[in-house]
C-alpha cells in the first residue's frame, strides 16, 4: 500500500509538471506571436510614412520607424538565439535523441519559429534600412545592415555545421540554411561603403572601435 500510495503521488507530480510546462510554452509562443506582429507592424508603417507628403512629418515618422524597428528586431534576435541553443542542445546520436532528445514535434515547432522569426528579422532589417536611406542618412543604414550581418555570422555561421544541421532538421526539400545565410552575409558585406566604415574604425556589429 505504502509503494502504490508512493507511485500516486509520483504520478500526480509528473503531470502537474507536464501541466506547468504547457503553461510556460503557451506563454512563451504568445510572447513570440507578439514580436512578430510587432514586426510587421513596422512593415506596415513603413508603407504608410513613405505617403506622406508633409517633409519635415515624414522624417519624424520615418526615424520613430527606424527605432521602433531596431527594438523589434533585438528581440527577435533574442528569441532566434534561445531557440538555436535549443537546437544545439539536442544530441544528435540515435540513443541520445531516444532517451533525452526533446519530441519530434516540439523541435519542429522550434524550427518554425526560427524559420518565421528570421524572416521577420529580414523584413524589419530591411524596414529600418529603406527608412535611413530615405532620410538620406546612408551611413546609418549601412551600419544597421553590418549588425544585422554581424548577428548572422555570429548566431549561425559562427558554428561549425549548425547551417547543415538545420538543414537536415528542416522539412523543407531547399538546403535554405547553408545557401541563403551566407549569401545575406556576403551581400550585405558588399555594400558601398561597407568596407570603408570598417577600415575608418567601425566593427562588424555596428560599434566604434575605442
Request: proline share 3%; hydrophobic share 40%; glycine share 4%.
Amino acid at each position: 500500500m505504502t509503494c502504490y500510495a508512493a507511485q500516486m503521488q509520483m504520478a500526480q507530480i509528473a503531470e502537474e509538471i507536464q501541466e506547468v510546462q504547457a503553461a510556460i510554452e503557451e506563454v512563451r509562443q504568445g510572447q513570440e506571436y507578439d514580436r512578430l506582429a510587432t514586426a510587421y507592424s513596422c512593415q506596415q508603417k513603413l508603407l504608410q510614412a513613405m505617403k506622406i507628403r508633409d517633409s519635415k512629418l515624414k522624417a519624424m515618422a520615418l526615424l520613430h520607424i527606424a527605432s521602433d524597428s531596431e527594438d523589434s528586431r533585438n528581440l527577435l534576435m533574442q528569441s532566434q538565439n534561445v531557440n538555436v541553443l535549443f537546437i544545439k542542445s539536442q544530441p544528435e546520436s540515435l540513443w541520445g535523441k531516444i532517451f533525452s532528445g526533446a519530441k519530434p514535434e516540439k523541435i519542429e515547432s522550434r524550427m518554425n519559429e526560427i524559420r518565421e522569426s528570421l524572416a521577420a528579422v529580414n523584413m524589419v532589417s530591411l524596414a529600418e534600412a529603406m527608412a535611413y536611406q530615405e532620410m538620406g542618412e546612408n551611413d546609418a543604414a549601412v551600419q544597421s545592415l553590418g549588425y544585422y550581418a554581424s548577428f548572422i555570422k555570429k548566431t549561425y555561421l559562427d558554428t561549425d555545421g549548425l547551417v547543415e544541421r538545420l538543414d537536415l532538421i528542416d522539412p523543407s526539400p531547399e538546403n535554405y540554411w547553408s545557401k541563403t545565410l551566407p549569401n545575406i552575409e556576403k551581400r550585405i558585406m558588399a555594400l558601398p561603403g561597407f568596407e570603408n566604415k570598417l577600415i575608418s574604425g567601425g566593427n562588424e556589429d555596428g560599434s566604434e572601435t575605442v
